[in-house]
């Protein structure tokens, strides 16, 4: 019967050949050396169906409704977090796309949420657009602590759910965000183009339960959490999905070069890009750190052999 | 803000880093310094924020209402929630040798809400996966690859998606064969002497194997990439922009 | 003043026997004595035998997950509009147990949140009594419990402050010694040392890779191969140079690298995660069951 | 099908909506899952009086226990048991607990230390409870340490960085890992590993098996974890109930099975079929034009999809409230001044 249920035992007790600091020095080498070479370009051919739809989603929703955002990530997953929240931005902000900005998970959320919309308000600036401005273009709520009861809130009216809340004007005072350019006349769903999720917890699947089927819902997840995410995906609950770094990276590839004719399944005609490949925007977070992720990754992989060879040598040496 | 202040944070944030790392190479009064600081933080925001982001908000301010204010209505407030409090306090008494029972109470209540909600949510949860599995394991067209859908749109790219092309109903067998087996690995009160459960339980268990490389691979990206985000901030935001101002 | 009238439409309920107007008397006698019955109840029940404990324990559990399952089981009143009035009696039932979902689901949270003081007590015995016998790392208990209290003292009074300047304390300009002592402890240390933590661990995937990922058993051997697979897969360069070569080969596309982890995540991932998944929820819910029903003997067998 | 003749007591609109939102699909397969688990309990209990002992297969990760136990006693060094980071008091960590429990006892009566980390207040409090039960129940109540059991903290990696520093302070010599953990997993493993403990893992969360499968000793994967209780004590609730989750689990696969041939047939060999009636608004009605069929378009589909559009389906027959009846207007904001 044993050899039915073979146990899962797979640690060597003998000491490995390259001791932990050396390996843990390599890897910080590995990580920290391209960072220093900003020209490094690697070439991406994105193929994954679902950032194809993400970005045609995103290129393609109403621009005359505002979207909600909502960002439920913190510095702890700055690293794929944060370049997701840049592209996603970075493509609202050239649609002219108005947003609410929200939080059920962490209370932290908006206020890093602002600061990078801070940021890239510097960089729009820099480069001869207009800043998006708090109150006109764009209104922060808040977090929610209780999460369940506001996504449940916010399927039958978002009125309702937002209720009360206030945000600063252009002049200063603390005035209803109902009364602001961006939520004037919302009062439910239908009157937002899209619900987005940008997250690194599990709040996709709050929102899967209760409101993804009243709205085009989009999700910027973690790539930890990617493996989970598909399924909605596939069943079409998300129409679509950024997966962690590898999925930034590929946004800012689509940024450039567009989609062409269905090769979106969800969005048949073109889409075109935004940003010219000569514009230093166009290598956003996600291609900057695209030189370490393989020198990380073919480093792990390098491991991966060394240990197997060893093994086999330990092997062979006590087979002689 | 300060940039000063900035330069004086980013320090302290790359020395804090550091000392955590600190482990890797073995268990030191640095690291027990930082995980102390850590904890105390931690628990420290665990109770202001046990207050400010959940108490406040969702039982006194339910409790005792809301003022009214300019384009900001009033609320009433409900005194039932104050039944709660001496509820909640219930749990103090497991230190209690003679009433530590009493402590159950709290901790059934949390118990039977969870509990009733996995009666609620369960088919919501799994009826609709159930209803994917169940793929066509034969085509219904003669071709056997799925048609490039570049430039298609509309009725035919709708009826291209329904139809089950050759090679979809070899991946379909897959997915089934996959799903059954690995099922089967799961049942556990089947003698498994019976050749055909053992067989199959065993090819449930390997292909269980491919599925859990699959997540092995693709989680490995997000490691890597906070790792990359760290030594961005240590050695682009505070070396080089704050120290060498660059 | 568009925005008070849009919100006077539904959200505030008409006076009842269980709410009372904000700061008024009535409303505060009613708290208190809530306060004080249930209090005295719990008091003259500490002393009940045996069999009424199994009674309390086991009623308490099941109302509480009894209110879900008659939710579930209960008909939905599906597109209700504000301000409708239900059909018949059936349908009363239903709105009102609408209603008091959001209510019900708070009760576990603030319940919780109540409990959280058992953990600090937990954390104090510990620290506090190796600070007071001075017995070996006692300095770091002093270093846990300073960080501590500034946390707590500047967190409480941060949050007071903006309480009462409203969104202008949003701005760091406007912010005073206390704003910046609680946002340089909790936005600068403590959710940094959080990703310091979270980073750590691709130095722990690192060695185990190199360790334990050996090819000794056809299962390790499977999941190696589908790993290492998928890795590559994330590799945008590699995958260029992959799919480069792919196109040379008389079946275009087919055999692109995308295709390749795709197919693994479509055939073998999926179902294998839903077949777990699956078992995992039949499992939580006859273990919801059990407890729900107090099938379990309480305590360890 | 006219349901009011149930009675006036729920409006029929109430009725419709409310199963072609659920399904009434769902609410029998619910129903009949949570009467096959309760039906083996019973079974089970009815069994367990006569003597009837019931199989389970066996489960190599919870062999190990005593055996990792009893290392840590030759090599006098405690027993660390760690129940995830949950986020509720749930199935999964009462599980856990219970696992803990038994672990407990073994080590109780070698007279080995124990450490149980929790991240949660309220697991704390049941943990302490359930420890300090096991010691009394095995007359040992005065061995029982409290500080054993502590809540360390509940924020993930503080959690994280507290429970490596106390394993590699107290040199853990086996480690239990059970319950919900995500990223925190590998630290907690691989920190054992470099002590060179024995690990025994498992994790709810499936992306989370994967790093325990590469680092730990044993590993129980998925349901392993809910049988673990049942497969220690063999008390007949327990194992009744996992009987039961037996027979869902192979009815769940047979309906798989039923589907995906229906499907099949339903949708063609070689050809598709074409349809000249489908679902619209929850009623079968008559197409305006025959269309071969869609996936969406079986039995099947519109079993567990009985209606797409809830919010369509229906139609509204309720009253609205009179104004006066409203609560409130604009003088009577004052009211809650």
Request: proline share 5%; glycine share 8%.
């Amino acid at each position: 019967m044993a050899d039915a249920e073979p146990q899962v035992v797979s640690t060597g007790r003998k000491g490995p050949a390259i001791p932990r600091p050396l390996l843990y020095l390599l890897l910080i080498l590995a990580t920290a050396t391209p960072l220093f070479f900003d020209n490094i370009s690697i070439p991406d051919q994105p193929a994954d169906p679902a950032v194809f739809d993400m970005y045609a989603m995103l290129m393609t929703i109403p621009t005359d409704r505002p979207v909600l955002v909502s960002s439920e990530w913190t510095n702890g997953t700055r690293a794929e977090s944060r370049g997701a929240f840049e592209a996603l931005m970075r493509i609202l902000m050239h649609r002219n796309i108005k947003f609410v900005l929200f939080s059920i998970a962490d209370a932290q959320a908006p206020p890093v949420a602002v600061e990078v919309i801070r940021d890239l308000n510097e960089e729009r600036k820099k480069h001869g657009e207009r800043p998006y401005e708090r109150w006109n273009d764009w209104v922060d709520v808040g977090y929610y602590a209780n999460g369940e009861g506001t996504a449940e809130a916010l399927a039958v009216s978002v009125q309702k759910a937002f209720s009360g809340k206030q945000d600063m004007n252009p002049q200063g005072e603390s005035e209803d965000v109902f009364d602001s350019p961006v939520l004037k006349g919302v009062s439910t769903l239908k009157d937002v183009s899209a619900f987005i999720n940008v997250t690194a917890s599990a709040t996709d699947i709050v929102y899967i339960q209760r409101l993804a089927s009243k709205t085009t819902f989009l999700e910027f997840c973690t790539g930890v959490m990617g493996p989970e995410a598909i399924p909605y995906y596939s069943s079409g609950q998300t129409k679509g999905l950024a997966k962690g770094l590898r999925s930034v990276i590929d946004l800012e590839t689509l940024m450039v070069t567009g989609i062409p004719a269905g090769g979106s399944s969800r969005v048949p005609a073109a889409v075109p890009g935004i940003l010219p490949a000569s514009d230093p925007r166009s290598k956003g977070r996600g291609n900057h750190y695209n030189a370490s992720l393989h020198v990380a990754i073919v480093l792990m992989i390098l491991m991966i052999v060394i240990g197997n060879v060893e093994m086999y040598r330990a092997k062979r040496g006590a087979a002689s | 803000m300060n940039p000063n202040y900035l330069v004086f944070r980013d320090g302290c944030i790359v020395l804090a880093t550091l000392g955590l790392y600190s482990v890797l190479y073995r268990e030191n009064k640095v690291f027990r310094f930082f995980e102390h600081m850590f904890l105390g933080l931690a628990v420290g925001w665990a109770v202001v924020a046990m207050w400010t982001e959940v108490l406040f908000s969702t039982w006194w301010v339910k409790m005792i209402g809301t003022a009214d204010k300019l384009g900001h209505h009033g609320q009433p407030g409900y005194w039932a929630w104050a039944t709660l409090l001496p509820i909640s306090f219930l749990g103090y008494l497991v230190f209690s040798k003679k009433y530590n029972w009493m402590s159950r109470i709290p901790i059934g209540i949390i118990l039977g809400l969870w509990a009733g909600q996995q009666v609620q949510v369960w088919f919501t949860q799994y009826g609709p996966q159930f209803a994917d599995s169940m793929r066509p394991i034969w085509p219904n067209t003669h071709e056997f690859t799925r048609p490039d859908v570049t430039g298609i749109s509309g009725p035919a790219l709708a009826s291209i998606k329904d139809t089950v092309y050759g090679s979809q109903a070899i991946d379909n067998v897959i997915y089934v064969v996959t799903l059954l087996c690995v099922m089967s690995y799961f049942l556990f009160s089947f003698d498994v002497k019976q050749k055909l459960l053992a067989r199959t339980q065993t090819t449930g268990r390997w292909l269980l194997m491919i599925g859990f490389g699959a997540i092995f691979g693709s989680t490995v990206m997000m490691r890597f990439s906070l790792l990359i985000d760290r030594m961005s901030f240590i050695f682009i935001e505070f070396v080089k922009h704050d120290v060498l101002r660059r | 003043m568009n925005g008070l009238n849009r919100i006077l439409a539904d959200t505030v309920p008409p006076p009842t026997f269980w709410n009372g107007v904000y700061g008024s008397g009535g409303l505060w006698l009613k708290i208190i004595l809530a306060f004080l019955i249930v209090s005295v109840a719990l008091v003259f029940l500490k002393d009940a035998g045996p069999r009424v404990r199994k009674y309390v324990v086991g009623g308490a559990t099941f109302l509480a997950g009894a209110f879900y399952v008659f939710f579930y089981f209960y008909p939905t009143p599906l597109n209700r509009q504000p301000g409708e009035m239900p059909q018949n009696a059936g349908e009363a039932v239903s709105f009102w147990l609408d209603d008091a979902v959001p209510t019900v689901g708070q009760i576990a949270n603030i319940v919780a949140a109540f409990l959280l003081g058992l953990g600090v007590y937990s954390v104090f015995t510990v620290h506090v009594k190796r600070v007071a016998k001075q017995s070996a790392d006692w300095g770091f208990s002093v270093v846990l419990l300073l960080s501590f209290f500034l946390m707590v003292g500047l967190g409480y009074a941060d949050w007071g402050m903006k309480r009462i300047a409203g969104p202008k304390l949003d701005d760091p300009s406007n912010w005073g010694i206390v704003n910046y002592g609680r946002s340089f402890l909790f936005d600068g240390l403590l959710q940094n040392m959080d990703a310091a933590m979270f980073s750590i661990i691709s130095f722990y995937i690192l060695s185990a890779a190199y360790r334990a990922f050996r090819i000794r058993s056809i299962e390790a051997t499977i999941l190696l191969g589908s790993a290492v697979i998928m890795m590559i897969g994330l590799l945008s360069g590699f995958e260029y140079g992959w799919n480069h070569v792919a196109h040379q080969l008389p079946t275009t596309g087919t055999y692109a690298m995308g295709e390749l982890t795709k197919w693994l995540q479509d055939c073998f991932q999926t179902p294998s995660l839903r077949a777990i998944q699956w078992g995992l929820g039949i499992g939580t819910l006859a273990m919801g069951l059990r407890l729900w029903l107090s099938l379990e003997k309480q305590g360890a067998n | 099908m006219n349901i009011s003749s149930l009675g006036s007591l729920v409006a029929e609109d109430t009725w419709q909506n409310q199963y072609s939102n659920t399904g009434r699909f769902a609410l029998f397969f619910t129903v009949v899952v949570v009467a096959f688990v309760l039906l083996n309990i019973w079974r089970a209990e009815k069994g367990g009086r006569q003597g009837k002992d019931l199989y389970i297969r066996r489960i190599p990760g919870l062999n190990a226990i005593d055996e990792a136990v009893g290392r840590a006693t030759e090599m006098g060094r405690p027993v660390v048991m760690v129940p995830g980071i949950p986020s509720n008091v749930d199935a999964i960590v009462m599980q856990a607990l219970k696992i803990f429990a038994y672990v407990t006892r073994v080590a109780a009566n070698f007279g080995n230390p124990i450490l149980v980390c929790c991240a949660y207040a309220p697991v704390y409090t049941v943990a302490t409870e359930m420890m300090r039960d096991v010691y009394q129940r095995e007359g040992l109540g005065d061995k029982f340490d409290p500080d054993s059991v502590r809540f360390i903290s509940d924020r993930q990696f503080a959690f994280a960085a507290g429970v490596s520093g106390l394993m590699l302070r107290e040199q853990a010599a086996a480690v239990f890992l059970m319950g919900d953990f995500f990223a925190e997993s590998l630290i907690f493993a691989e920190t054992a590993n470099g002590i060179g403990a024995i690990q025994v893992a498992s994790s709810t969360q499936n992306t989370q098996t994967p790093f325990f499968i590469a680092a730990c000793d044993y590993v129980l994967i998925g349901d392993e974890f809910y049988a673990a209780s049942a497969y220690l004590t063999r008390q007949p609730v327990l194992v009744g109930s996992l009987i039961g989750q037996d027979w869902c689990k192979m009815v769940v696969g047979t309906l798989v099975f039923i589907g995906m041939a229906l499907n099949g047939v339903q949708r063609g060999f070689l050809d598709r079929p074409t349809i000249s009636s489908a679902m619209q608004d929850g009623h079968m009605k008559p197409l305006d034009k025959p269309h071969p069929i869609g996936k969406k378009e079986t039995t099947m589909a519109y079993l567990f999809s009985p209606q797409s559009e809830p919010d369509l389906a229906g139609v509204n027959h309720r009253g609205k409230y009179p104004p006066e009846e409203l609560p409130e207007s604009d003088d009577k904001v004052t009211n809650w001044k």
